[in-house]
């Protein structure tokens, strides 16, 4: 046997390993979303808890700040389809969509990166 045979055994099971199979997350996909949704939005309301909200109105202007920022996510869904829906007449479509697409992908890594490195130097 070759040595790029043998070191390529442990891909041999990668197949079996991609193969779609019964989960918690299959059976309920409702629970990562509400989990990261959990945690993001404790992460906004300790940001909301420094900034001081009023003592009485802290209930309306919580609720206020999430009906907000649903309705800015809706509109950005919204446009998104929008745009999908008239630029796939186009046959540069799908190369357009690749770039965004990247472009997507490359401001989330810097993001990770940038905020990886203020954890590291704190």
Known sequence: MTAALRNGAPFADLPEALRPRDSMTRRFPFVVPFVIGLI?????????????????????????????????????????????????RFAWADRARAMVLSVFGSVAAYWTIERLWVLMTL
């Open 40 to 88: 993001h939005g404790l992460g906004f309301a300790g940001a909301l808890a420094e900034v001081g909200l009023p003592v009485g109105y802290r209930a309306a202007a919580l609720l206020s700040f999430n009906l907000g920022v649903e309705a800015g996510q809706l509109f950005v869904i919204g446009c998104v389809w929008l745009i999908v829906k008239l630029g796939a």
